[in-house]
Structures are given as structure tokens and as C-alpha cells.
């Protein structure tokens, strides 16, 4: 059997290194609790992204979660979003008593169709929580338009865009708030982990609040909260990988470009190109659209018979998920199902072999020519 290829590889520091930063913990046993470390991750990252306040989470989801909760809307308000994501997305609006309504996609990168928001807005809109999809940057300057006419908030799941600006200016500087996912499989991780920046201190000191119970003092409870904080092992691990990334943004660059020049006369595909001069891409990901759902299901398959795995990657859509039983299927989502059904992400990773990257250009090559 030929060499197992996964649709990414997480991305770790040298053992020793690790190691050797995690050794204080052992003398100090303090191991969580907003610890030197979170400290020392929360300034190191404010500095790297630009940002006024960053508030490190335990993951990406939970973030997100309490980014929306934070903003203390009314049960039941409408929250404006894709289904073109990860589950989470979805599932961090229901989960605060929010309704989902789900806007369609543009298929040249998958983001929201700004120009399909204003329709939706009803008078129990509150917000609109667009997605980043792949690393590829929203109309921010339309959807801010948008927010201020009608007064709405925008948190921005920027899960996939750690690391990006647009016009020179941090990822992390867009809209009310913006979530970031520090997951294994993410362009950099602390194991697991997540983040939100805003520019709003208030909005920083009331995510301290749920992100630790409200505690602010031995006997000081000061709100209701949740649990999820970072803990130092984690910290420590972005501390390590904080320092590769730049270098694995660039391998990652060096795979991409491989893949375009390995794959651009291919006809019945659309790869995507990266060429947005207003946006300094971390290239997290490498979708590829195919014509017909029945091509991309089949070279699926055969890159599954190679032991490569791509992922259909965003495949159901988060609106189609079993739990909700078809509940929005009324949604006009046309380019968010065209999209779901034939789009493949392949596997990328600083690591990822350029002989690889060949194989894998040649085996979808041969699947479309045979389909
Ligand atoms: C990964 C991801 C999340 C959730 O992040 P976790 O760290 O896994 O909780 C949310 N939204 C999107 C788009 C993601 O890809």
C-alpha cells in the first residue's frame, strides 16, 4: 500500500523544545488559572495580530460561543451566517437561543453573499456571524455598511484565517469581535484552543467573566459564567508553534503553488488562486471545485483507494445537518449546495512532500479523464 496521505498534518515544535518549556510547570504546579503562560500567549499574540484585546479560550467553538453570548441578545433574535462551514458556526448560534438564518454563498471564494444579506433582515435581526471560509477574507467594508445602517452586530468566525490581514490591516481587527480556532488540524495550534479579539475592552473583561465564572477575587463572584480557559500546556504549545509559523505559512505557499501549476489546465476543475492583492493569505487550505458532484465523489474515492484522503470539506451543509430534521431547508442556498456538493479539499501541510503533491495531482488526472 502506498503512503498514507491525510487531508492535513498537525504541526508540532521540536520535542526538546517543548520539553524543556514545559519543565517549569513541574516546579510551580500551576498549570491553568490564567497562568504566566496564557499571559505570556495573550501579549505575544495581541503583538503579532495587532489587536487591542485578545481572550484565549479552550477551543475555537466555545470562543465563539461566548464571543455571541457576551453580546447579551434577546432570545429567539435572528443571527445572520452561512451554512458553508463547520458545524460550530451553527451550532454556537442555537446554542445561545438564537436563530440561524442562513444566507447563501458566491462561489468565486465561498464567503457570504453581502449583496443577499439585506433581504434577510427582519426586525429580530441582531447580527450577522459571516465565516472566513478557507482563509478567504469577507467583504468587510460591505458587510460593515451593512451592520451600521441597520444596526447590527458582526462577530466574524475567522477560524480559518489566523494569521491573514487584509489592506495591511490584522484579520483580528474586523467587526464586534472575531473567533479564532486554535485546533490540531488548524495553520497553528495550541492542541487544542481558540480565541476572540475586539477592539472593545468592555467586551474583553466581560469574556474574562464567562470564560472563568465570573470570578474576579477569592470572594468575588461578579456574573454567571462558563469554564474555558486555556490551560498552560496548551499556551506553552503556541508559544512553541508561534515561532514556526511564519516558516509553515511558506511551506504551506510553497505546496499551493505546486498544486496550481500541477493542476491549472485542468478543465473540469476550479482551483483556487490566491490573488487577491489585498489579502496576505496563510494558506490553510486547497479546495478544489469540481463541475459534477459524480466526478468529485469518484475521484474522492480513488485518492481514497491510493490511501489519500481529501475531505469534502464543507459536505452536508451545516443547515442540512440529521439534527434538524430539514428544518431549513426553505433557505435559498444554491450556490451553498452546488458548492457542498462538489468541492473537495485536498491535502495540504508544510510538510507535504512535492512528490506527493504530484501523485495526488496525477491520481485526480486520471480519475476526471476516466469519468
Ligand atoms: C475549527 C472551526 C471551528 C471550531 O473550532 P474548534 O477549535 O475546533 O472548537 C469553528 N468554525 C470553523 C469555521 C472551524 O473551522
Known sequence: MEKKILVTKTSLPDYEIFIEKIKPLWESRWITNMGTYHQELEKKLMKFMDVSNISLMVN???????????????????????????????HAIIRNHLKPVFCDIKLEDYTIDEEKIESLIT????????????????????????????????????????????????VGKFGNASIFSFHATKVFNTIEGGAVTCENVELYEKLYNLKNFGIRGEEQIVGVGSNAKMNEFSAIMGLCNLEQLKGNIEARKRVTEYYKKELYDMKELIIPQFDDKNTSYNYAYFPVLFEREQVRNQVYKKLKDKNIFARKYFYPLTSDADCFNGKYKDFNLKNAHKAASTI???????????????????????SVQNS
Not at 435572528?78 to 460550530?88: C, K
Not at 494569521?163 to 490591516?169: N, P, R, T, V
Not at 473537495?344 to 486520471?366: A, G, N, S
Request: with cysteine.
Open 60 to 90: 475555537g467553538h466555545m470562543a465563539l460561543e461566548l464571543a455571541i453570548q457576551a453580546m447579551n441578545f434577546p432570545d429567539n433574535s435572528e443571527v445572520i451566517t452561512t451554512p458553508f462551514t463547520f458545524i460550530s458556526t451553527t
Open 123 to 170: 426586525e429580530k435581526t441582531v447580527a450577522i456571524i459571516p465565516v472566513h471560509v478557507y482563509g478567504n477574507i469577507c467583504n468587510i467594508e460591505r458587510i460593515q455598511q451593512i451592520a451600521k445602517k441597520h444596526n447590527l452586530k458582526v462577530i466574524y468566525d475567522a477560524a480559518h484565517a489566523f494569521g491573514e490581514s487584509y489592506k495591511g490591516i490584522s
Open 344 to 366: 473537495l479539499v485536498l491535502p495540504l501541510y508544510p510538510e507535504l512532500e512535492l512528490d506527493d503533491v504530484k501523485r495526488i495531482c496525477k491520481t485526480i488526472r486520471e
